[in-house]
């Protein structure tokens, strides 16, 4: 926005090179935003410029233009409605509630091991067995792993307010988590092993820059997580899950952030390894995740009312739309609201993520699913 305005700015025509009748009447130096009072007037009514964008003043025009934008706002934000994204108090946490977290975790990813994922003992691939003697596709059994797994998902989200009515917060998520974790993990234990097996569409990865290129694109894409996302005491259930109503953060750059976050590493991923299995994976994540876009809104329009309202007309679903046009007026120390624990959290667990690649892909072809 700035950069067409300024463009916009320098196209228009000089004073020098306007009639004598139509050059612009000198403006003495004034601080910050004070032009957009245009120039003075005798003390007549009939002379008196209409405060207005749409000024007659080609110069002023772009000033005020400039000036209305969000991005540029000297305003005060108006007052939240929802809650602030990615706050960490480090004072109020308890150690307590960490270990109690990190024993739910082991005790989480034990029964996981023995339940599912070990071949002796577990169900997993026996599940991706009778999945996979649906169709001799790796297309096709992509995509039905893909519709098991958004079912059962956004199934359950949908279910929320009621299960927690019936069974209590903490007994729905867990019952949640329980059924959404060995789905996941076998989809993705799926992708890796047989990514590709597809039909060879293009192959790019000799392109030179290509690979830091979409490397950064799959590194960005992990700041787009929803803020509840970084809410552990509560995705454990240690702390009363809740649903929330973000408005700070990402969420002022898109309302939907993890379908964001998920189309760009669809494409970086797609354009890497190019075959058709990357491009069945990568319809059906994108296809949950729009979904998830009027589901969660609807989910948070019941919950929240007028509430959710106010923040639906301040934000976008489109990324920075709302930033654009003016909806969505960002404070002046917005950077602020990155500069905190749990993005440094996910800085390291992305960079971590990606060293080691080598090592979940031995752990992956080692299941033989």
């Known amino acids: 926005m700035a950069c067409s305005s300024s463009t916009f700015l320098l196209s228009l025509p000089s004073s020098s090179s306007l009639p004598h009748h139509h050059r612009l009447r000198p403006i003495p130096p004034t601080p910050s935003l004070s032009l957009l009072r245009g120039p003075r007037f005798p003390n007549s009514t009939s002379l008196k410029p209409k405060s207005s964008l749409f000024s007659p003043n080609p110069r002023l025009f772009s000033v005020k233009l400039l000036a209305g934008s969000s991005l540029g706002n000297t305003e005060d934000p108006p007052t939240l409605v929802g809650e602030d994204s990615a706050a960490f108090d480090l004072a109020k946490q308890k150690i307590s509630s960490w270990i109690y977290f990190a024993g739910i975790l082991g005790t989480v990813l034990f029964v996981l091991d023995v339940a599912w994922i070990d071949n002796s003992t577990g169900y997993g691939k026996a599940f991706i067995d009778a999945v996979s003697g649906l169709s001799d596709s790796h297309e096709v059994v ?16 949908s279910l929320r307010d009621p299960g927690e ?7 729905f998520r867990v019952l949640f988590a329980g059924i959404s974790l ?39 894409s992990f700041f787009f997580l929803y803020p509840s996302t970084f809410n552990l005491l509560e995705v454990a259930a240690v702390d009363k899950p809740k649903m929330h ?31 058709s299995v990357a491009v069945a994976a990568s319809i059906g994540l994108i296809g949950h995740h729009l979904f998830g876009v009027w589901n969660g809104d609807r989910r948070l329009a019941i919950r929240y009312g007028e509430n959710f309202e106010v923040v639906k007309r301040r934000t976008s679903i489109i990324p920075f739309a709302a ?37 979940m892909q031995a752990g992956s072809y080692g299941l033989h699913w």
Request: net charge positive.
């Open 182 to 220: 060995p789905l996941v993990v076998s989809t993705v234990v799926y992708f890796i092993n047989h990514r590709y097996d597809g039909q060879q569409l293009w192959q790019l990865q000799n392109v030179p820059g290509l690979h830091q290129l979409l490397w950064l694109s799959s590194f960005i």
């Open 245 to 275: 109503l973000w408005e700070t953060g990402i969420m002022r750059i898109t309302r939907h952030p993890q379908m964001v976050g998920q189309v760009i590493w669809c494409i970086a991923h797609t354009i890497w390894i190019g075959n």
């Open 142 to 157: 992509m995509l039905i792993l893909l519709v098991i797994f958004a079912t059962v998902h956004s199934g359950l989200a």
């Open 323 to 359: 930033i654009l046009d003016g909806r969505q007026k960002l404070p002046k120390d917005y950077y602020k609201e990155f500069i905190r624990l749990p993005y440094l959290v996910i800085t390291a667990l992305t960079l971590g993520t990606y060293f080691a690649h080598p090592l």
């Open 165 to 171: 009515k019936l069974i209590g917060e903490r007994a």
